[in-house]
C-alpha cells in the first residue's frame, strides 16, 4: 500500500542513495545492560524493545519504492510498509571499537526499492550501533533512536523475559496504515519566501554578489563518486575533566564549543596549506523553529563561512559564531535548501561531479547523549575535505575525525596538532 509520496528533502536523498554518491552516517553508544543477558536474553529484549519504536514511529518500518520507469526526478516513488526481519535488520559483530571499525561502516550502502529497512543495528559486545540511511534520517534523528530505544529497553526490563515472544519478524507491512505526513507539507521551515529566494539566486548567478577572499580558496582534486569511500577516519577522545575545562575556557570568551572547534581546525590546516582561504559548514537543527516536526524526518541546511588566513583560535571562532548566529536567526540557510524546488535534483547532483565544490571542513555536533560512551560518525562524501563529528556523553566527548584521500599525508599530523591544541587550552585553566 501506498503510504504518501516523498517529501523534497527525501528526494534529494533518495538521489544520494540511488547513485550512491553518501552511503549512510552511524551513531555508536555503550549499553552496559547489555552484560546482563546471554544472546538469547539479548535477542527478545532487543526485538521486542525494536518493535515496540516502530509501533511509535512507523516511517521506520518502511522503505521507498518506484512506481514506474518514468524520469521524473524521483517524484515517481512511494513510500510503502514493509516486513522488517530481526536477521535483515540485526547483525552480531565482536571488535574494537576503532577507526578500522568506522572504516567498515563507512561501506555499508542502505537499498531503496527493497524489502529490506533503511537501517542497520550492530551488537558489538556491549555496544550498539545504528547505521542510517539518510533519507528520513539526519543526526538527530539517529540520536532520537538511542533515547527511544533505552526508553523500551528499561520499561521492557522491568517485566519477565520469559513472558515475551522472541520476535524473528519486528514489524508487519501490514500494521502499519499510515506514516506521519512529510515536512515539506506541515511547516514553513523550507519555504521560499518572495524577497530572500530572489537574493539567494541573485548571489548564485551573479558572482559578484558572492562572498569573496583575498587569497584562492583551498581545493585540491575534482570530485568523483570513486572517491566517496577512500576515506581515512581518527577517533580523538576528550575525557570529562578536559572537557569541562575546555568548556570554562570557551565560555570565558563568551562563545561556544562548536565554532571554537571550527576554528582550531581552521587554524592548523593553515599551517600545511598556508596562503589558502578555508571555509568551514556546520550544519544547523531546523527542529528549533518547529517542535512538531516529526523525529524521523530529516530537517537541516547549513551554515557556511569562508575565512582568509590567518586564522586564531579566538578571533576566527568569533567570526564563525556571529555567521551561525545570523544564519539561525534569519532562517535563510533553510530557505536556501528550499531552491532544490526550483531545480532538477539529478543535475543538480550531476553538475557537483568534476566541480570543485568541496568545502574545507564540515563539522557536524550532535550535542550530548545519556550514556557512558558514545560516537557519531559519516564520511565526507561530496562535502568536505576535512570532516570532524562530534558527540558528547556522561564521560567526556568524541571527535571522530574522516578525510578524503588526497590530503592523508597531513591528515594524521592534523588530528595529533588538534589534541596538543586541546592539550594547551585546558593545561592554563585552573
Not at 563507512?106 to 551488537?123: H, Q, T
Not at 540511511?133 to 529497553?153: A, P, Q
Not at 570513486?226 to 565560555?251: A, G, H, M, P, W
Not at 582561504?277 to 550544519?283: C, E, F, M, R, S
Amino acid at each position: 500500500m501506498d503510504l504518501r509520496s516523498p517529501s523534497l528533502l527525501e528526494r534529494y536523498q533518495l538521489c544520494r542513495v540511488d547513485n550512491k554518491y553518501y552511503p549512510n552516517f552511524n551513531i555508536t553508544v555503550k549499553y552496559p545492560i547489555f552484560q546482563n543477558y546471554d544472546s538469547n536474553q539479548l535477542s527478545i529484549l532487543l526485538s521486542n524493545a525494536i518493535h515496540r519504536v516502530i509501533e511509535k514511529n512507523p516511517i521506520l518500518g518502511c522503505n521507498y519504492f518506484k512506481t514506474n520507469d518514468n524520469d521524473e526526478d524521483y517524484k515517481n516513488y512511494m513510500i510503502r510498509a514493509i516486513d522488517i526481519k530481526y536477521d535483515d535488520l540485526i547483525v552480531n559483530e565482536s571488535s574494537d571499537i576503532d577507526e578500522e571499525y568506522f572504516t567498515n561502516l563507512n561501506d555499508i550502502f542502505l537499498e531503496i526499492n527493497v524489502n529490506k529497512p533503511l537501517w542497520r543495528l550492530i551488537i558489538n559486545k556491549n555496544y550498539l550501533t545504528i547505521v542510517c540511511s539518510h533519507i528520513y534520517f539526519d543526526g538527530n534523528s539517529g540520536c532520537f533512536f538511542h533515547k527511544d530505544l533505552m526508553e523500551e529497553i528499561n520499561i521492557l526490563n522491568q517485566k519477565n523475559l520469559k513472558d515475551l515472544p522472541n520476535l524473528e519478524l519486528i514489524s508487519r507491512a501490514e500494521d502499519i496504515k499510515s506514516v506521519p505526513p512529510s515536512i515539506t507539507d506541515t511547516s514553513s521551515v523550507f519555504s521560499l519566501p518572495i524577497i530572500q529566494t530572489i537574493k539567494n539566486l541573485t548571489s548564485i548567478y551573479i558572482p559578484w554578489f558572492n562572498e569573496t577572499t583575498k587569497y584562492p580558496i583551498f581545493k585540491t582534486t575534482p570530485i568523483s563518486v570513486d572517491q566517496i569511500l577512500n576515506n581515512r577516519f581518527k577517533i580523538l577522545r576528550i575525557n570529562s575533566q578536559k572537557l569541562s575545562k575546555l568548556l570554562t575556557y570557551v565560555r570565558s570568551n563568551k562563545l561556544t564549543l562548536t565554532p571554537f572547534l571550527a576554528a582550531i581546525s581552521l587554524k592548523i590546516l593553515s599551517k600545511y596549506y598556508p596562503e589558502k582561504a578555508l571555509d568551514v559548514t556546520i550544519p544547523l537543527n531546523g527542529r528549533k523553529y518547529d517542535q512538531s516536526i516529526d523525529k524521523y524526518q530529516g530537517c537541516v541546511a547549513e551554515s557556511v563561512i569562508k575565512l582568509d588566513p590567518p586564522f586564531d583560535n579566538i578571533e576566527t571562532s568569533g567570526k564563525i559564531s556571529t555567521k551561525l548566529t545570523k544564519d539561525l536567526e534569519s532562517r535563510n540557510p533553510f530557505y536556501q535548501v528550499a531552491l532544490l524546488k526550483l531545480v532538477n535534483i539529478k543535475d543538480f547532483f550531476r553538475q557537483r561531479i568534476g566541480s570543485y565544490g568541496r568545502h574545507t571542513v564540515e563539522l557536524s555536533n550532535v550535542g550530548k547523549l545519556p550514556f557512558e560512551d558514545c560516537y557519531f560518525n559519516q564520511g565526507c562524501g561530496f562535502g568536505c575535505h576535512l570532516q570532524l563529528n562530534v558527540v558528547s556523553d556522561l564521560n567526556g566527548m568524541n571527535v571522530l575525525f574522516g578525510c578524503i584521500e588526497e590530503i592523508e599525508d597531513v591528515f594524521y599530523k592534523v588530528v595529533d596538532d588538534f589534541e596538543k591544541e586541546i592539550e594547551s587550552i585546558v593545561s592554563e585553566v585552573k
